[in-house]
């Protein structure tokens, strides 16, 4: 079993910066990949990045050059750091966790970009 504790959520202005985290625990396996996901009201799920175990990322097209997913492979721990953020990135953050083809979610932080 595997466990996702998200931290780092919060309010902040447009153009303001957030470093999310998500530290998994209980059976991790080596060969795994983590992202994060967001759902705004109304509106699916979406990737929003997601690091392998070596270190390749992928991003949104919506969060490129904006955001950076990195990774502390003896921690367990994703990040994610969120900079020139817009109110369109407001939303519940999920961190995810796949290994052996099974999906692992955190509970979800709130993002909430408002002046």
């Known amino acids: 079993q595997v466990q996702l504790v998200e931290s780092g959520g919060g309010l902040v202005q447009p153009g303001g910066s957030l470093r999310l985290s998500c530290a998994a625990s209980g059976s991790i396996f080596s060969d795994n990949a983590m992202a994060w996901y967001r759902q705004a009201p109304g509106k699916q799920r979406e990737l929003v990045a997601s690091i392998l175990v070596r270190g390749h990322t992928g991003y949104a097209d919506s969060v490129k050059g904006r955001f950076t997913i990195s990774r502390d492979n003896a921690k367990n721990t994703v990040y994610l750091q969120m900079n020139s953020l817009k109110p369109e990135d407001t939303a519940v953050y999920y961190c995810?966790?796949?290994?052996?083809?099974?999906?692992?979610w955190g509970q979800g932080t709130q993002v909430t970009v408002s002046s």
């Open positions: 995810n966790l796949v290994q052996r083809f099974t999906n692992y």
